[in-house]
């Protein structure tokens, strides 16, 4: 594989430039065959069980004893949790934003990735239904898209077999394993490891991929890792919240 590295463009998204100059100059600019470009769709995932966790016991007691814990006898967040009521519903209200922007040039995505915890399969499949036909819909269920793993219950994924039964429209990546062999009760991932793995998946989408609109639905700690690799100054994305990013690859021998 030839080394890539990554850079950002600025101003033609809101979240970019109170001067962002919007979707006709966007295609003009993805025209120019020298360079490959992609805009990615980074969207954060719905509120989860952990979530209300965090918001009930704040820091330092969320990261220090209760996320080490399944629950606390009322909520229930490990492993893997669940969408709340307020989740689903912030997933449906992109939904209908993907819905009332189509009308105006937005372009849909073309490929979808997803983390492969729960609450960011469950925001990708109700985000996109009845935009997407269902073949359009097959997202990839990636193991590096999830969110930064170890001691937090919340972050250790279910089984490859019932992420397969549970969203049968998913296509899982080849070399998921069955079990989660990365979670660890005693140690967190270092700081580091999202960035290292969004770089790992940049460099596969940039390689296989022909598609230039790319959604990735994860998490917070990911997709700073992602911005991270592109040069990109850290955004604050709420759950639910999407962020579109203009991706430039550079490849060097």
Not at 27 to 49: A, I, P
Not at 222 to 239: D, K, M, N, W
Request: aromatic content about 12%; proline content about 6%.
């Amino acid at each position: 594989m030839r080394n890539i590295t990554y850079d950002t463009v600025l101003g033609y998204f809101a979240q970019d430039d109170v001067l962002a100059t919007g979707l006709p100059a966007l295609y003009r600019y993805l025209q120019d065959g020298n360079t490959k470009y992609k805009v990615f769709f980074f969207g954060r995932h719905g509120e989860g069980f952990h979530n209300v966790g965090l918001a009930k016991y704040q820091r330092p007691a969320w990261p220090e004893y209760w996320a080490r814990l399944n629950g606390d006898g009322e909520i229930v967040w490990g492993p893997d949790p669940e969408l709340t009521a307020i989740g689903i519903s912030q997933a449906v209200t992109v939904n209908d934003e993907w819905k009332a922007e189509f009308p105006f040039g937005i372009p849909l995505p073309e490929k979808l990735y997803t983390s492969p915890l729960t609450r960011a399969m469950k925001t990708c499949e109700v985000t996109f239904e009845g935009i997407l036909p269902d073949d359009k819909r097959r997202a990839v269920v990636v193991e590096n898209c999830r969110e930064r793993h170890g001691l937090h219950t919340c972050d250790k994924r279910r089984t490859k077999s019932y992420i397969q039964q549970a969203f049968p429209l998913f296509d899982v990546e080849p070399g998921l394993t069955e079990h989660d062999t990365l979670w660890d009760e005693h140690s967190r991932e270092e700081m580091t490891g999202p960035a290292e793995r969004a770089k790992k998946v940049l460099d596969h989408i940039f390689e296989n991929d022909n598609e230039t609109f790319v959604s990735v639905t994860a998490h917070i700690l990911i997709i700073h890792g992602f911005l991270q690799c592109v040069g990109r100054a850290l955004y604050e994305i709420p759950t639910g919240g999407v962020l579109p990013v203009i991706v430039k690859a550079v490849h060097s021998s």
